[in-house]
Every structure is written in C-alpha cells, then in structure tokens.
C-alpha cells in the first residue's frame, strides 16, 4: 500500500511553504477588507486559521523528522511495508469512512426533519462527490497495483 508520498521529504517545506503563503493572503485580505464586510471577513479568518493549521503541521513533520533516529525510522519503514499491517489499515479506513458516510446520512434526515432543506442537499451532494472520489481512487489503485 502506497503512503501517499509522505515519506519523500519535501512535502512537509511544500505544506509549510503553502501554508505560509496562505497566511500572508490570509492576512492582507483581513488588513484591507476590515470587519465591515461580514462574509468577506468570515473567508479571510477562515483563511488565517487553515494556513495556520497547515504551517503548524508541516513544522511538527519537519521537526518530528529531524529528531527521529534513523533505527527508528528503519523499523516505521517495516512497520509500514508490513501486508498485515497493511490489511488492517485498509480495514480501519474503510469502517471509518461508512463511519463517516453513516453520520452524514442521519445529519441529512435530521436536517431534512427540521426544514433545512438546502443544508440536506448539500450534505447529499457532498457524500455523492465523496463517494464518486472514493470509487476513482479505488479503481485507479486497484488498476496501478
């Protein structure tokens, strides 16, 4: 099972990278839009808080990476390379993501219950999208392996 390329170790500078650019948006976009625009200034707070989510988790990698001994490193690389280890998170991701699929489904009832009719349909849109992105992928996995 591939690792999604988060061993190579240039994807945590490309997040921190990102993340910081988003920041830097983020913050112009707050500076010059001020508090007078209510959705505009919603956008740019929800902008400020990914890009500080993304540089805080692109640091921890990069820091997590460098303290990590190399004989540790060697034994994640087997853990990770492990078929029984492998079985199990693939079973794991597929139970959280029915999980997951489940509680959107019974949100969706609860909001269509309640006259929410448009937060109904775009939670059914987006478990369609979800579940349209997960059959690619599985095929396209399934296909290159």
Known sequence: MKNCGLKNPKIPRILLAVGIMMLAVGNLMHHSLGTDDGSLARLAGFIIGASCSITIVAAIMII??????PEKSAQIEVDATDERNQLL????????FFTCLGANFVLCLIMSALDQ???AILLIGAQLVVAITVYIARRWYDHII
């Open 89 to 96: 998170n693939l079973k794991a991701c597929s139970v959280g």
């Open 64 to 69: 997590r990476r460098k303290l990590m001994s």
């Open 117 to 119: 009719k448009l937060g």
